[in-house]
């Protein structure tokens, strides 16, 4: 795997974003880093068992974002957008193009409050239409 300025590889880095998170509430870390890579979200740090981050198959940082959110990362040039790998890109996923730290756990917070907020915006529909 390539290394990324002083010798830190992808994986290492997003290791320092699962420990600084990991205590948050609903924060689940990957449940095993040995886990095959060609599976979705296999490396995906979650909050409430949705992924918000992970590492994907090539290396690459990968964070949920609203998709307007995502337009203007791309838009200032701090990422792409997320191809899985069957061509379609996804609207809401960003693959992070800088290395540093503190970028990856500012996009990684960023994710893990919109993927929490989304789930409870979910909850309240279900209990909606439910009740």
């Known amino acids: 795997m390539p290394k990324l300025g002083k ?3 992808p994986e290492e880095r997003f290791a320092r974003i ?5 205590s948050h509430s609903g924060v689940t870390p990957p449940s095993n880093a040995t886990q095959s ?4 979200g ?10 918000f981050a992970m590492i994907s198959s090539k290396g690459k940082f990968v964070v949920k974002l609203p998709q307007e959110r995502v337009d203007a990362l791309i838009a200032s040039g701090e990422g792409k957008r997320f191809d899985p790998g069957h061509g379609r890109l996804m609207k809401e996923w960003l693959t992070v193009e800088t290395a540093s730290d503190e970028v990856w ?6 994710a893990m409050r919109f993927v929490a907020s989304k789930r409870k ?5 279900s209990t909606y239409f439910s009740g």
């Open 105 to 110: 756990l500012r996009l990684a917070k960023e």
């Open 42 to 51: 296999s490396s995906g740090l979650k909050v409430n068992d949705k992924i």
């Open 37 to 40: 890579k060609k599976r979705f």
């Open 18 to 22: 699962v420990t600084a998170l990991r």
């Open 7 to 9: 010798g830190i590889t």
């Open 121 to 125: 915006q979910e909850s309240r529909i």
